[in-house]
């Protein structure tokens, strides 16, 4: 027999396309081709999968071999195909009965020597698989855990290109996948820490219990980075559905913790500010990897020191901030990656940022308008909430009474909004269908129409603003929202005019 077909699975952004392997030996010139748009760790497969047959004891076809990778439009990227390619160019010589490989799926990458290494991107493959009708899969042991996640998928491992062969020819088993080890209890800074901030712990859960974005201004030592930094604490677990995506970003960026587990904690990603556009929405040579912000997908990303980030680094958020999704155009093709996370941001009100605030302030009013014009009207007006934290005051910082709120307490309300919102937008078919769950997510012409739309009475200060041009219709929208977290906080089933009038405080900063 001189040709072969075994099946693997390419990554293209974050979705899986079953791909044939096929293996040509033909007469001739002794030489290896690769076509189907591969990259260049695909073009060095040759040299990989030679060496590692030959180590493996096996004996390499002195004949011209033409491999192809099917769809042959479909870009092909990394080092997942080793393994596949392998077991094509000895089934094609004839070493190899391919028969018990009939509709399974295999990914690893090959070492000089016949081992099987992981590789990234596991658990999309393996999910791509079994919406594509193949539900049996040979993984590297070092991804075993990770793929065994995917229900209804029969899993098994290998550690050697020696241990393949053995399978395929005398019906050796593979290997099982490791059990995983059980969950650690999460552990994380507690709100509990905090000092005062009575009005930056409210936003924090406000924020939290809607799915918002969030702005904290205010000077050094104010708080602003332990209010960020505990938002995970407060925020639900994970259903199953985010779990899978979070976990599968987290596996395509090869960021996936030991053990193989669905992270069921909400992610938090804290850049630098010297990080660049394509570290924070994703890109790179070849195929576009996720950036920070589809890392930080169904969790928090943080930008400290906000007004110190390239104006082109926070002005690419915009768009995934409002769509939820990135979509990164490359000359190869083009890579999309979900993005719906909870924006925080925090800035010094100005750049010499002294402790004590305004009091001993040496910036001139220029300059600090210019510092905060770093963040671009059109990104804060998508930040939903917006406080003013004040200096942490010295009865506060050494106060020996109770402790505040922990993270527990406050969790345990914003789960409570959470249901509150799921419940009344499920009974609404057309955005249960799509997963908005959050205030957050309900797009403001809907909040605007009956039976959602609020009383003339209450929305009266915010019909003024906007008609006098320091409201945008996005803000107005945007303070709807919030007022309707906060009524699900407070257990109510509608918001009134306080709750309009405290979301507009949030939104502005005002009175802060």
């Known amino acids: 027999m001189s040709y072969a077909k075994v099946l693997c699975v390419g990554l293209v952004g974050v979705t899986g396309h079953v791909v044939e392997v096929e293996a040509d030996l033909a007469p001739g010139l002794p030489g290896v081709v690769i076509s189907g748009l591969p990259d260049t760790a695909l073009h060095e497969a040759r040299d990989r999968v030679r060496a590692a047959i030959v180590n493996s004891g096996q004996k390499w076809p002195n004949r011209r071999i033409t491999l192809n990778l099917l769809p042959a439009t479909l870009p092909k990227y990394g080092s997942a195909f080793d393994l596949a390619i392998a077991a094509a160019v000895l089934g094609g010589s004839g070493e190899l009965p391919l028969l018990p490989l009939e509709g399974t799926v295999v990914l690893g990458e090959l070492g000089l020597d016949g081992t099987v290494r992981p590789v990234r991107g596991v658990l999309p493959m393996v999910a791509a698989a079994a919406r594509a009708g193949f539900p049996r899969v040979v993984v590297p042991i070092g991804n075993a855990p990770e793929a ?21 020819r005398d019906g050796t088993p593979l290997l099982p996948p490791p059990t995983a080890a059980p969950a650690a209890a999460a ?27 969030l702005a904290l201004l205010g000077p050094p030592g104010a708080g602003k980075t332990m209010l960020a930094e505990r938002l995970p604490s407060i925020l639900p677990e994970l259903d199953d559905a985010a779990a899978l995506e979070v976990t599968a970003l987290h596996s395509i960026a090869g960021l996936l913790p030991p053990g193989g587990r669905l992270l069921r904690r909400p992610p938090f990603q804290a850049p630098h500010h010297t990080a660049t556009v394509p570290s924070l929405v994703g890109g790179g040579s070849g195929l576009a990897r996720p950036g920070a912000v589809s890392l930080a997908h169904r969790g928090v990303l943080f930008l400290d020191e906000a007004p110190e980030f390239s104006k082109g680094a926070l002005e690419a958020l915009r768009q995934p901030l409002e769509s939820g999704w990135v979509r990164v155009a490359r000359t190869r093709g083009g890579a999309e990656y979900p993005a719906r996370t909870q924006l925080v941001l925090a800035a010094n009100p100005c750049p010499c940022a002294k402790p004590s605030g305004d009091a001993d302030c040496e910036c001139t009013p220029l300059a600090r308008r210019r510092y905060l014009g770093r963040l671009s009207g059109p990104l804060l007006d998508r930040v939903d909430v917006q406080v003013r934290l004040l200096p942490v005051r010295a009865a506060e910082l050494l106060e020996t009474g109770p402790p505040s709120e922990s993270s527990t307490v406050v969790a345990a309300r914003v789960a409570a909004a959470r249901r509150a919102a799921v419940d009344r937008w499920a009974a609404v078919d057309r955005w249960a269908a799509v997963g908005r769950k959050v205030n957050a997510e309900i797009p403001g012409p809907y909040l605007r129409r009956a039976p959602w739309r609020l009383p003339e009475r209450d929305t009266r200060e915010l019909r003024k603003r906007l008609d006098a041009g320091s409201l945008s ?11 309707w977290t906060i009524a699900d906080l407070d257990g109510r089933d509608r918001p009134d005019g306080g709750d309009i009038a405290e979301a507009i405080q949030l939104r502005t900063g005002e009175g802060t």
């Open 148 to 168: 065994a996640v995917i229900p209804g998928v029969r899993i098994r491992a290998v550690d050697t290109l020696h241990r393949l062969v053995a399978f395929v």
């Open 187 to 213: 552990e994380g800074p507690d709100l509990a820490e905090v000092a005062g901030q009575r009005l930056g712990r409210r936003a924090l859960e406000v924020a939290a219990a809607g799915g918002h974005h």
């Open 473 to 483: 219709a996005r803000g107005f929208d945007r303070v709807i929202r919030l007022a």
